[in-house]
């Protein structure tokens, strides 16, 4: 039986947050038994969610500020707005690739702002690492990105329809999973948020509702790069697939975070470095065959 498309953009958009929920909790349980712990149920994330909804907003000068308190509810808004444009295309218009570049880059920058909005120090030390970081990896991001599209030579994310770009852009691949590892927050990059050193880095300060939109805020950026994972480096699946890949491409982030150590920030800069020079040898390269 064929839903109507109308229907099926209506359950999409009801289902991006649980679902996204859903994936991190998946992430954390594969986390633990990759680790030998058992771990987390997979639906905690939600029930963790709608507790911070229950609980009372706590007494503290930050929130005298009207941006600590607005902060987290435009931080999942842009991160809502991520997938608008895959895997259904939603917003569709030429060099809408850019577009999202940017909701990209403003929702990291808005995750800078937490930081700084709060009145604690470990909230500003995460923060003040976090934008260090910024310099490099979002430059980087933004290079890959056009780099595919240069090579597809497409302006569109909708008209985006190549298979195994893995096998055609190795380099583009590698340094994609660097890059998705440090703007997802998790080790080796997950230098911002480092818990066991600055507690819970830009959360630190929050709690109920805006604790709950910045967790949520979270797991919608995992699984929008799970999906972006699968869309630009193997294929554009139909959505029952990409229901099935997504969790295969978060046990895959799971499997990076639970093998790897965290870098200090003059490593992470460093190592940013070298695949900042990486992905510009691939993007020349990738011109001068192109054009």
């Not at 999409?12 to 633990?32: N, Q, T, W």
């Not at 639906?43 to 503290?60: A, E, G, M, R, V």
């Not at 435009?74 to 895997?87: D, K």
């Not at 195994?164 to 998705?180: D, R, S």
Request: glycine share 4%.
């Amino acid at each position: 039986m064929n839903l109507d498309p109308n229907i099926v953009k209506i359950l999409y958009i009801l289902l991006i947050v649980p679902f996204a929920l859903v994936m991190e909790g998946i992430r954390r349980k594969a986390v633990a038994r990759m680790q030998n712990r058992i771990g987390p149920p997979i639906t905690q994330p939600i029930y963790d969610i709608l507790k911070l909804f229950q609980k009372k907003k706590s007494d503290t000068l930050a929130q005298e500020n009207s941006f600590f308190k607005v902060v987290p509810f435009l931080t999942f808004c842009v991160a809502f707005s991520f997938f608008l444009f895959i895997p259904l295309s939603f917003i569709s218009f030429k060099h809408d690739f850019i577009f999202l570049i940017y909701l990209l880059v403003l929702e990291s920058a808005l995750f800078v702002l937490a930081g700084f909005a709060g009145n604690n120090p470990y909230s500003a030390i995460a923060s003040m690492r976090e934008l260090i970081l910024m310099v490099s990896y979002e430059m980087i991001f933004t290079i890959i990105i056009l780099t595919l599209f240069v090579y597809e030579e497409v302006l569109m994310v909708s008209e985006f329809g190549a298979m195994f770009m893995l096998l055609k852009l190795p380099i583009a691949f590698i340094c994609f999973i660097a890059v998705m590892a440090i703007e997802i927050r998790i080790t080796p990059y997950d230098t911002a948020a480092a818990p066991t050193e600055v507690l819970e880095g830009v959360e630190t300060e929050y709690s109920g509702k805006g604790l709950a939109f910045l967790h949520i805020s979270d797991a919608l950026k995992l699984t929008f790069f799970a999906v972006l994972f699968i869309y630009f480096f193997f294929g554009q699946f139909s959505l029952p697939w990409m229901l099935l890949f997504v969790p295969l491409a978060v046990v895959f982030f799971s499997f990076v975070q639970a093998t790897t150590g965290r870098y200090r920030v003059d490593q992470t800069f460093k190592r940013l470095t070298f695949f900042l020079i990486l992905i510009l040898i691939e993007f020349v390269r990738i011109k001068f065959i192109t054009w």
